[in-house]
Each structure stands twice: as C-alpha cells, then as structure tokens.
C-alpha cells in the first residue's frame, strides 16, 4: 500500500532535509532507511521503492543495505525493541539467564514480538557495555547490571505504558518509531540528559591516578625504526601508485 498524500509529503521534506547533508545523494541512504522505519515501524516495501525513488537507486540495492544491518527491520517491529547482550562477559555474569527468563516471561524467541506488539525481543552480539554486565538495551538506551527480575519488572511496565528511566543517557525511552527518527537525524533535545558514564567506566582512569601510572615510555630504537618506515609527506602510500609510476616510466621509455 502506497504512502498517503500527508505522509508522502512529510517523507519527501525529511529526506530533502537528510540528503543535503551530504555531498552525494546514496551517502544519505542509511538515515533515510530510518527515516521510512520511523513511520512505518520496520523497513516496509513501499520504504524501500520510496528510498530507492529519492537516492536514485534501484530498490535491489537499498534492499541489500537494509538486510545488512539489525538495526532494520524487515518485518513489523513492538514498540520496544528489548536487546539482551549474550555476548561473552555479559553471559558469564547472567545474560543468558536474562533471556532465558524474558523468552518464558513474554511467551516469545529470538526476533519475535508479543502478541499486542509491545515488545520484540532479541540476542544481541555485544551492546558495548562490557564494565556495566549484564545488560540490556531497550530501543538503544541502557539498562545496566541487570537481573531476570530487574529487566522483566522493567518490561512489565513498558507493556501497561508507564514510563522508564534508563540507567545511563535519556530521561525516559522512547518509542520504536520515535527512535528511529532521531537515529535518522532529526534531533530531540534530550542529547544531555542524564548521566553518559557511570563509576565502572572510570574506574580504571581514578586507578592510575591514585598510584601515578603512566604509560610506559616508547624505546628508543623502536621510535626510531617507526620514523624510518612511515610514509613521508608527499611520497607514494600504496603499492598501486608505484605500479602506476612504473608502467608511466616504461610507456615514456
């Protein structure tokens, strides 16, 4: 089904607005697959053709970006989408305790979405919080040092509607459809809120402060070979611009 007059619109204005940020139209495709996620809810049909019409692009190339990255959805996505990271150090301190107990919980798997679509739930690879494990993510915000009963309490509420805080960034989580928008660009104002490290991330700095570590300085004769080998300014940095000298000095010989 085709976009309405209204929303078509809108579209047309936000992509307008995406693509002139950058010097070459298809450079924009990444946000623009946000942009289309964001009303759509997942990565639509019609959002494919729509991006592929404005970035002059056939629809098998946006398809093949869209399927590269999970953050694109090729189905309709809940309203929450719950990444539990079962990534090593998360695992060993409960991740897959965590999922196991959501997928009980929810009554779903891996890529699937609650019968009121509320909540997919997922396996994440790695949510970038290794000093904070186990954790969960909930629309790319953080839930820190998680347990089965912490995170199911914590979807629970998503599912009535009440709000939750994050551990780290963003007073409250918003939306599927709201936060593919702002991963689209379009800023929300919230880019200060709240905390955007905790005690564990810093930890290892307060440490070499207190007991005056510093860096190992470099050897000598390994700084010295270093300076030997780097490119100079100006010299050839690859083996295909020697090539290409070489063959132009045979052709004038």
């Given at each position: 089904?085709?976009?309405?007059?209204?929303?078509?619109?809108?579209?047309?204005?936000?992509?307008?607005?995406?693509?002139?940020?950058?010097?070459?139209?298809?450079?924009?495709?990444?946000?623009?697959?946000?942009?289309?996620?964001?009303?759509?809810?997942?990565?639509?049909?019609?959002?494919?053709?729509?991006?592929?019409?404005?970035?002059?692009?056939?629809?098998?190339?946006?398809?093949?970006?869209?399927?590269?990255?999970?953050?694109?959805?090729?189905?309709?996505?809940?309203?929450?989408?719950?990444?539990?990271?079962?990534?090593?150090?998360?695992?060993?301190?409960?991740?897959?305790?965590?999922?196991?107990?959501?997928?009980?919980?929810?009554?779903?798997?891996?890529?699937?979405?609650?019968?009121?679509?509320?909540?997919?739930?997922?396996?994440?690879?790695?949510?970038?919080?290794?000093?904070?494990?186990?954790?969960?993510?909930?629309?790319?915000?953080?839930?820190?040092?998680?347990?089965?009963?912490?995170?199911?309490?914590?979807?629970?509420?998503?599912?009535?509607?009440?709000?939750?805080?994050?551990?780290?960034?963003?007073?409250?989580?918003?939306?599927?459809?709201?936060?593919?928008?702002?991963?689209?660009?379009?800023?929300?104002?919230?880019?200060?809120?709240?905390?955007?490290?905790?005690?564990?991330?810093?930890?290892?700095?307060?440490?070499?402060?207190?007991?005056?570590?510093?860096?190992?300085?470099?050897?000598?004769?390994?700084?010295?070979?270093?300076?030997?080998?780097?490119?100079q300014t100006g010299g050839k940095h690859s083996s295909a611009e020697a090539s290409t000298e070489a063959d132009?000095?045979?052709?004038?010989?």
């Amino acid at each position: 089904m085709a976009y309405d007059e209204a929303t078509l619109e809108k579209l047309e204005a936000d992509a307008a607005e995406i693509i002139g940020r950058y010097p070459q139209k298809r450079s924009a495709l990444l946000p623009l697959l946000h942009l289309v996620q964001s009303v759509d809810g997942y990565v639509s049909p019609d959002g494919i053709q729509f991006c592929a019409r404005v970035l002059e692009l056939t629809p098998p190339e946006v398809s093949a970006v869209a399927t590269f990255y999970t953050q694109y959805k090729r189905k309709p996505n809940g309203r929450y989408t719950v990444g539990v990271c079962t990534n090593t150090l998360c695992a060993v301190m409960g991740g897959d305790a965590i999922f196991e107990e959501l997928s009980h919980h929810l009554g779903i798997g891996h890529d699937e979405t609650t019968e009121d679509g509320a909540i997919t739930l997922e396996r994440v690879e790695c949510n970038a919080a290794c000093d904070f494990a186990p954790v969960v993510m909930v629309n790319w915000e953080f839930f820190d040092n998680q347990t089965p009963e912490k995170i199911t309490e914590t979807v629970d509420k998503l599912r009535s509607g009440e709000p939750v805080t994050p551990t780290r960034g963003a007073e409250n989580v918003v939306e599927f459809k709201e936060a593919s928008r702002i991963l689209a660009g379009f800023n929300d104002g919230r880019a200060n809120e709240g905390p955007s490290a905790g005690p564990a991330s810093l930890r290892g700095l307060e440490l070499a402060h207190e007991n005056n570590w510093e860096a190992p300085a470099r050897p000598q004769s390994a700084a010295a070979g270093a300076d030997e080998t780097a490119p100079q300014t100006g010299g050839k940095h690859s083996s295909a611009e020697a090539s290409t000298e070489a063959d132009t000095g045979e052709r004038k010989a």
